[in-house]
Structures are given as structure tokens and as C-alpha cells.
């Protein structure tokens, strides 16, 4: 396999599991809290593959040890990636291209077309997807709305009547009511910034040149950090919200104090079921703009130097297996995904299916909005050049700090903040040998 020459090692997380080897096994590769899914379907992987299935796990941050778990050589035959390290890990060699098998073509052909681009480059795939959800989607809580005499029809349709509502409601004297997804991880408020611009109709790297695409006076990214700076001055935002972990921000929105919440639609979809959450949750309809990006989980193949022509034909038969699945046990997983943990299967024939349907009419608090959430999906934007460079770890930490003290220190301008972000792309291009 072919390995990066200038990717860093500097991950905080080492990932050491036991590199024992058995011909006659598959070993799969998951995420923590997906293993419980996983498990319940072994059995059925293991009757179609004919080997014996090991669930492993890659803990936290995701994108950072999937690397690590190929740097050190574990026994991978089929793993999870998120969307945004497919293509590190493609580039480095780590996973196979699987652009000659039908059945994988034809898997991926029926993928929603804004999920499937992670797993295309060049017109070729290098796996399939599974799961996906929105990310930094808005969401209100209907009875603290209706109680400040609004109503759906006074819902935003965009990001900029968004933050003027916010900063409005925050004038008549209600405080950290507003609850964003700036919380303390480089997929916190980096990639809260990434989908507004995104949302905008701008780019935080460029997708096709992978260079700088913001302007520092005017335009989406220039917009966006204005409407941040205002939304911070106006008292809506509880400061503790920078220094939130994901499982703390993710536990905040169970609260049920937050009038508006930007958060996950798989949270959104849970919410029904928490016990602690009594008020009823809605999301914004799609007009003007679409809300939030896409953060999807896809499932590679790793083939081995003496893997035999049969253990290779069992790889691929796992891989769709536990992504969209086959005869009796088509789309097992993606119902389980959609039941247990409220994400969306990449596929949209299942999502569009009578099972699906009521699955979600069942758990969202207004049945009309499973119309509404669908369109948010099928709609939501790739970040095709933030995710299509090899240096996206690095230039997503820098990130993080540099809109964390743009959010702190009200003296730092918005062109300055993007400034600083041009000029870390700049130089990380040249680092990576992209060129000027």
C-alpha cells in the first residue's frame, strides 16, 4: 500500500489494537456507538460471507485514527470513514477502488447524490455509504416560540433573517436563548462556519482550485461572522458553549431551554423518545437556502497482498451487507440506524419507502415535518473542497482557534479573521506541494 509522504503523525489518540490474524476471518471496523448495530447483524454477515465476523472499534476523533489504525497496520478488511477523510485515506492508498464491481456501482447509484460525492473522485468509487445526518441545522422549540406570540409563519427562511430574529428576540430582554453549534471540536465551530458559508452560496476552500474562495470585505463568509459578532453582542448565546465537548453539547439540547438550536437532525429525530425534553421540536423548511451540510458515514474495503479471490469476493459481500444489504436483509441496517439512533440511511429508495416514513412520522413531534426534514436532506450541501484536500485536520484546528477568538475578542474584524484563514490555506498548499 502506498502511504502519504507529508501527512503529520501528531494525533493526540494513539489507536493500538491486537494485530492478530486469522485467514478464515473479516475484521470490521466500526464506531463506538455504532457497535451494538453491528453486533445484532454479525451473524447474518457471517452466514452470507461464510467467515467469521470481529467487530472492532475506532474510538474518537474519527478521521485522525482510521488513519492511525492503517499507520499501524491493524488487520482492517472492511472500515468506517466519515465523509471527510475518504479522500485522505483513498489518496494514501489505504482503501481499495471499487469502480469495476456492478453491484458496488449499482449501490452507489442509488446513494442520495449530495452523500454520494464522498465516495467519488474522478469518477471513481472507493466505497460505499451507510448512514448520514444534517449537521448545524436549525431547530425551534415550538412552545417557547408560541409563547412570544410566533408562529410557523414567522419562522426564518434564511440565515440572515435567522440571526435578525435572534437579535431581535435577545432586544426585548430574553437571554442565551440561542444555542449554536460553536461548541469546543474542530467539527464544532469550524464546520458550523463551513455549512453557513456553504448555505450562503459561497465555499470555504475553493472545490475546484482547492485555494482561497473567501473575500475579506463582503460575501458569505464576510456575512456570516458579522451575523456571529451581533448574535454575541446581543446576550443570546450562553459563553459556555465554547468550552462544551460534543457529548456536552450534545447532552444541552435534552435541557430544554434553548428556544433555538442548531444541532444534528439525528438529534432532532431522538428527541420525542428523551424523556428529560417535554416541548415539542421543529426544524425550518428549505426556501431561500438549504440548512446545515452533510456528515455521513461510508465503509471501505482494504485487500490484503495474500488475500485469495474468494476472501476478496467475502469482503465486498460484508461491505454491502452492512451498507444497503441484500435479498431478505435489504436496507436491515439502515431501519436499525434510522430506529435506534435516528440517522438517515444514504439510500434514498428506503428513505422514501412506507417503513421509513412511519418510522420518522413516529418519532418527530409534528408528523408534517417528515416532508419538511426529507427536503432538508436530500438538499443539504457537500463541502467539496473543504474535504477534498489532504491538509483538511490541520486547517480545521487552526480554524477552530482562530473563530474561537474572533467569538471571545470583539476588537477581531471579520476580514481579519478571514484573512488568517486565506493565508493558513495558502500555506498549507504550498506544504502539501499543491503549489501557489
Known amino acids: 500500500m502506498l502511504r502519504f509522504s507529508v501527512i503529520p503523525v501528531v494525533f493526540s489518540v494513539a489507536l493500538m489494537l491486537p494485530n492478530t490474524l486469522n485467514s478464515a476471518e473479516l475484521n470490521i471496523y466500526d464506531l463506538p456507538f455504532a457497535k451494538s448495530i453491528l453486533e445484532t447483524h ?4 457471517e452466514k452470507a460471507t461464510g467467515h467469521k465476523i470481529n467487530t472492532r472499534v475506532i474510538n474518537f476523533p474519527l478521521g485522525e485514527n482510521t488513519e492511525l489504525a492503517f499507520l499501524y497496520d491493524e488487520p ?8 471527510s477523510s ?10 481499495e477502488e471499487l469502480s469495476g464491481y456492478d453491484e458496488i456501482v449499482n449501490a452507489v447509484g442509488k446513494m442520495y447524490k449530495n452523500v454520494a460525492k ?3 473522485y474522478k469518477d471513481k468509487i472507493y466505497g460505499i455509504g451507510q448512514v448520514f445526518t444534517g449537521v448545524a441545522v436549525p431547530l425551534v422549540d415550538m412552545a417557547q416560540y408560541q409563547a ?19 437579535v431581535d428576540i435577545a432586544a426585548k430582554g430574553e437571554k442565551e436563548f440561542y444555542l449554536p453549534y460553536w461548541f469546543n471540536s474542530d467539527i464544532g465551530v469550524p464546520l458550523a462556519f463551513t455549512a453557513e458559508v456553504l448555505n450562503r452560496g459561497g465555499t470555504v476552500v475553493d472545490p475546484d482550485s482547492l485555494s482561497v474562495s473567501m473575500k475579506t470585505n463582503g460575501g458569505p463568509a464576510y456575512d456570516t461572522l458579522e451575523d456571529w459578532r451581533r448574535i454575541m453582542l446581543s446576550g443570546a448565546v450562553d459563553k459556555k458553549v465554547f468550552e462544551m465537548s460534543p457529548p456536552a453539547f450534545d447532552a444541552a439540547i435534552v435541557e430544554s431551554r434553548h428556544l433555538i438550536s442548531v444541532h444534528k437532525t439525528s438529534a432532532f429525530m431522538m428527541m420525542k423518545e428523551l424523556k428529560k425534553l417535554q416541548n415539542k421540536m421543529t426544524l425550518l423548511p428549505r426556501h431561500k437556502q438549504s440548512w446545515g451540510t452533510v456528515g455521513a458515514l461510508h465503509f471501505g474495503i482494504s485487500f490484503r497482498e495474500d488475500d485469495t479471490e474468494e476472501m476478496e469476493k467475502a469482503k465486498r459481500e460484508l461491505l454491502i451487507m452492512n451498507t444497503r444489504g441484500t435479498g431478505d436483509f435489504e436496507f436491515s441496517v439502515s431501519r436499525d440506524w434510522l430506529k435506534e439512533r435516528g440517522y438517515f440511511s444514504v439510500f434514498r429508495d428506503f428513505m422514501e419507502s412506507e417503513d421509513a416514513q412511519a418510522i420518522m412520522k413516529s418519532k418527530l413531534h409534528y408528523p408534517g415535518d417528515t416532508d ?3 427536503d432538508v436532506m436530500a438538499n443539504l450541501p457537500y463541502p467539496v473542497g473543504e474535504w477534498k484536500v489532504l491538509w483538511k485536520h490541520e486547517f480545521f484546528d487552526y480554524m477552530k482557534e482562530q473563530l474561537q477568538l474572533y467569538l471571545r475578542d470583539s476588537s477581531i474584524s471579520p476580514n481579519t479573521v478571514i484573512a488568517n484563514l486565506n493565508k493558513k490555506i495558502m500555506a498549507l498548499r504550498l506544504s502539501y506541494g499543491y503549489g501557489h
Not at 42 to 45: D, E, I, L, T
Not at 76 to 83: R, T
Not at 86 to 95: K, S
Open 42 to 45: 454479525a451473524p447474518r454477515f
Open 76 to 83: 482492517i478488511d472492511v472500515i468506517v470513514m466519515v465523509s
Open 86 to 95: 475518504v479522500y485522505r485515506i483513498a489518496q494514501a492508498g489505504w482503501i
Open 118 to 120: 464522498a465516495v467519488k
Open 148 to 166: 412570544l406570540g410566533l408562529s410557523r409563519k414567522d419562522l426564518p427562511t434564511d440565515w440572515d433573517a435567522l440571526s435578525q430574529q435572534i
Open 372 to 374: 419538511v426534514l426529507m
